[in-house]
């Protein structure tokens, strides 16, 4: 499980050296930004939805606690990193916090990794559940669905699905927000479970949402374009069948 991390420090050579440190001893955690400022990191944090900051405590301007005092809703994982202060490491392990003393130990950096990935991995696996009682609870609502990737787990609502293409065992989302989603699944299995949410499947290798179709252009044998703009094949032997569910749909 790889987990989406931030390194916020004031002075550039922690920065790298810490990167570092993760590059060549914690393999699933995944550095996806840094920054040498509070402010700076403020922005990442919100931009980035991190899965864990690692939190310089001592910065210019504003401190680590400040910074997370103007965040107000802490939804990541934090690994406080200090050079001193014995009152704050106090307090930080009054609350049962993890903490990095600098210069940065080995196997201290593995220890509090490990602690972070279990409980990353307990609140991703919760909301699975949630997803679940939600799905459960909202017959009439848009609902969502978890799209499983090599690094992460993907929460999308049904209805921000575009379409669906089918490469061999693998089966590609495509969002209204223009992203992107590479699943290890076919598309049989995703048009098992979609058929009954206004999806159609056009082609063998094609499903697409309904809600989302602009058109049917004749020439060219006939194909589907999309609000987002992209033309979708419609295979001989389904054309009638989509259609006429496109018919009734619309």
């Given at each position: 499980m790889i987990i989406k991390s931030i390194i916020i420090d004031d002075e550039v050579h922690n920065l790298e050296n810490l990167k570092r440190l993760l590059e060549k001893n914690c393999p699933n955690v995944e550095v996806v930004a840094m920054a040498s400022s509070a402010e700076e990191g403020l922005e990442l944090i919100i931009n980035q939805v991190p899965d864990l900051v690692f939190l310089d405590i001592e910065m210019p301007n504003k401190n680590g606690f400040e910074m997370l005092e103007s965040i107000g809703n802490v939804n990541f994982e934090i690994i406080f990193v200090t050079a001193y202060n014995q009152y704050v490491l106090q307090a930080i392990k009054s609350c049962a916090l993890d903490y990095l003393m600098k210069p940065i130990s080995i196997s201290e950096l593995k220890e509090a990794v490990l602690r972070v990935s279990q409980v990353v991995t307990h609140k991703r696996e919760n909301?699975?559940?949630?997803?679940?009682?939600?799905?459960?609870?909202?017959?009439?609502?848009?609902?969502?669905?978890?799209?499983?990737?090599?690094?992460?787990?993907?929460?999308?609502?049904?209805?921000?699905?575009?379409?669906?293409?089918?490469?061999?065992?693998?089966?590609?989302?495509?969002?209204?927000?223009?992203?992107?989603?590479?699943?290890?699944?076919?598309?049989?299995?995703?048009?098992?479970?979609?058929?009954?949410?206004?999806?159609?499947?056009?082609?063998?290798?094609?499903?697409?949402?309904?809600?989302?179709?602009?058109?049917?252009?004749?020439?060219?044998?006939?194909?589907?374009?999309?609000?987002?703009?992209?033309?979708?094949?419609?295979?001989?032997?389904?054309?009638?069948?989509?259609?006429?569910?496109?018919?009734?749909?619309?």
């Open positions: 909301q699975k559940l949630k997803v679940l009682v939600d799905n459960l609870k909202s017959i009439n609502q848009p609902k969502k669905i978890a799209l499983p990737t090599t690094e992460e787990l993907h929460f999308v609502s049904i209805d921000e699905i575009v379409r669906c293409k089918g490469e061999n065992n693998y089966t590609m989302f495509f969002l209204t927000n223009g992203t992107s989603i590479l699943v290890s699944r076919t598309l049989k299995e995703w048009d098992d479970l979609l058929s009954s949410h206004q999806f159609i499947r056009t082609h063998q290798s094609h499903l697409i949402n309904s809600i989302h179709v602009k058109s049917y252009v004749k020439k060219d044998g006939g194909y589907i374009l999309m609000n987002d703009g992209s033309m979708v094949s419609v295979s001989k032997h389904k054309k009638e069948q989509a259609l006429s569910k496109l018919a009734s749909v619309k």
